[in-house]
């Protein structure tokens, strides 16, 4: 992330996306792909004005990197340059609250004395925010590369709003914030200790897995030691208990890092690392005095297995998800990686289950030995209690690490590294985008109930804008204007917080609304949140049994579904006039990106319905199709269908009229003999074409719509004031961005209001 401009540079086409994936528990292997393109993009404009989608920034600030939720209170609390923020939850853009916190002026100076630029870097960029107590928070910023940290009394109900920092109060934040505000930083509070993974340092050179805050004393990493930690980015930490005992519990720290093990000669590599410790480690009695004894590490990998083992690796983890089950002590860890590879470019999502992680650290320990000092499998006796066991009464008679055996210690020191690495869920990514140049950069999960079970939606934050998509793509979403990436993402039960460099996003995490009018699309849509109430797409709410609650998110067959469906038979229909050797286009858009579209045309009703054959004169294009230089035989019904998943929808019915040419040219001078002799049919006809031909065809039923609601009868041809004429330009141009946004389907039929 950087701090500042971070969106100046950026070329304007590019944006900033929110991927929505559904994940289908038990997709059986080697089912058809579905296009790959999500359902649904929806764009900023489109957002703002109609999916709700809020926005919050503040002048003079930017990067709102850290995000807590607390829906007890209902607020937001939002770390920011200089700042800190309490938003209501159900509305960011209302109501903030805020305190001022920036960095004092000498810490600026010293800042800027050490080189670093005192407009961009010497601030205080709050990283940290916990909750801490019933009252307070705890918060932390880079102070001008001088770290800080302070609580904050944030009151204890939603209805007695408080936001107060003691200026007296702080406290030193070393080995809590980062000093670099372009280095993120991992930490979580449990029972007011704070366990943090960051650089210790000015340079960024020395980091620490760390312990703070509470009474017992400090604890952290061996310093300098590459086999502990080398040259870490720190991305999540999360507390998981591992039994009933609390003396179990353990402290996970996710982060990447260079490899160590990886042969010398093979230049520098990145590896996704997860680390344990106990949360009752106490440091050693005689060595590793106040540093850790339990803590272990292992790879985690996430790679697509190739031939001949040439596996694909994505190796810079961006982020972790821990998504809680049942069982407190189970959740499932869903990450974000990127390739480190110059070569290749990629994004991936891994899933990792607690039990393969525990049996990693259960397995070997690396050990480095032989004539070629490599990393090996340690196969000698490894010393009781195992190194990264937690004293507790589960396994053995140790009171505290403190009672360990020096052999231990000494061993621990030593073999901080396991030889088996985490393999995901599956032995391979659930999720990948391949050949982009961008990255995922947040992810958050949301697990939803559903008629027919429960699914995971993944919320997933990218760097930039790119158009190849996957097959279980919902939707596209552009959250905000610009193109900074995304680095902050929460979600509440109802709704999604992102934040990036320059603004903080709100957006409802449904939007059944925008799946269309009709049973079958909010079926096609197979989205867990939506189902169809009889009326309309809305929210599903799990337990309520009506009758009309229709959502098949596995199957998505509407034929099931909507079956007994009346709105099926309702199809839009359109008139359309042509005049014989002109063009005419007929429109249908459908919702669904992903769905293809049919044309069938038949002379008249009773005729047999064919699929209309494409050539050079009859063109199909993104919107529909033209019609070049149009035929007599060209007129009847054309009927536009959408495909979906094996379903076909019909979309809209137009019928088309082809009018002689010599009746649409012969009166267009308007001195035409003609005229004179009393044909107005023809004069008629002419204002009509403009209206046609001219403006986009939406017109034509804008301005039946309007005539017949004004509740006249249709205009007489001969009418002075009758035909629809050029004082009504501004008309068409409305119904036609209205139409846009709201397609095919919103236009009404114009059958009835036909005035011939
Ligand atoms: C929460 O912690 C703060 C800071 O230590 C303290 O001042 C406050 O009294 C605590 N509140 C409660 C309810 O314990």
Known sequence: MSPRGATS?????????????L?????????????????????????????????????????????LL??????????????????????????????????????????????????????????????????????????????????IEAGQHAEEPVLKLDPHHTEDGKGKSPYDPRHTAASVLVGEELYSGVATDLMGRDFTIFRSLGRRPSIRTEQHDSRWLNEPKFVAVFWVPESEDPDDDKIYFFFRETAVERQQGLGKTSFARIGQICRNDMGGQRSLVNKWTTFLKARLVCAVPGPDGADTHFDELRDVFLLQTRDKRNPLIYAIFSTSSSVFQGSAVCVYTMADIRRAFLGPFAHKEGPNYQWVSYQGRVPYPRPGMCPSKTFGTFGSTKDFPDEVIQFARHHPLMYNPVLPHGQRPLFLQAAVPYTFTRIAVDRVTAADGHYDVLFIGTGMYWHRMEPLLLEELQVFQDASPIISLQLSSKRLYAGSATALAQLPLHRCGAYGKACAECCLARDPYCAWD?????RYVPNTKRRFRRQDVRNGDPNVLCSEDPRQDTVPQKQLYGVEGSTVFLECIPKSLQAHILWTYQRTLSDPQREVQMDERVVRTERGVLLRSVKRSDAGLYLCHATEHGFTQPLLRLSLEVIGAWQATGVASAGDPRLAAGI??????????????????????????????????????????????????????RARRRRTHEGPRAERGPRSASPW
């Open 534 to 538: 009889g009326n309309t797409c809305t």
């Open 680 to 733: 107005p049919r023809k004069v008629w006809y002419r204002d009509f074409l403009q209206l046609v031909e001219r403006p986009p065809l939406g017109a034509t039923d804008k301005v039946c719509q309007r005539l017949w609601s004004q509740g006249r009868p249709p205009p007489a041809p001969r009418s002075p004031a009758g035909p629809p004429g050029r004082g009504q330009r501004e008309e068409p141009r």
């Open 70 to 151: 607390d829906e007890e209170r209902g607020r937001l609390f939002v770390g920011a340059q200089n700042h800190l923020l309490s938003l209501a939850l159900d509305d960011i853009s209302q109501r903030d609250r805020k305190i001022y916190w920036p960095a004092p002026v000498e810490w600026r100076e010293e800042c800027n004395w050490a080189g670093k630029d005192i407009t961009a870097e010497c601030m205080n960029f709050v990283k940290i925010l916990h909750p801490y107590n019933r009252t307070h928070l705890y918060a932390c910023g880079t102070g001008a590369f001088h770290p800080v940290c302070a609580f």
């Open 9 to 21: 540079q950026t070329p304007a086409m590019s944006r900033t996306l929110l991927l929505l994936l």
């Open 23 to 67: 994940l289908l528990r038990g997709l059986a292997a080697g089912r058809p792909q579905a296009a790959a393109t999500p359902r649904l993009k929806l764009s900023f404009p489109e957002l703002r004005a109609r999916h709700g989608l809020r926005l919050f920034s503040l002048e003079h600030s930017c990067c709102y990197e850290a995000l």
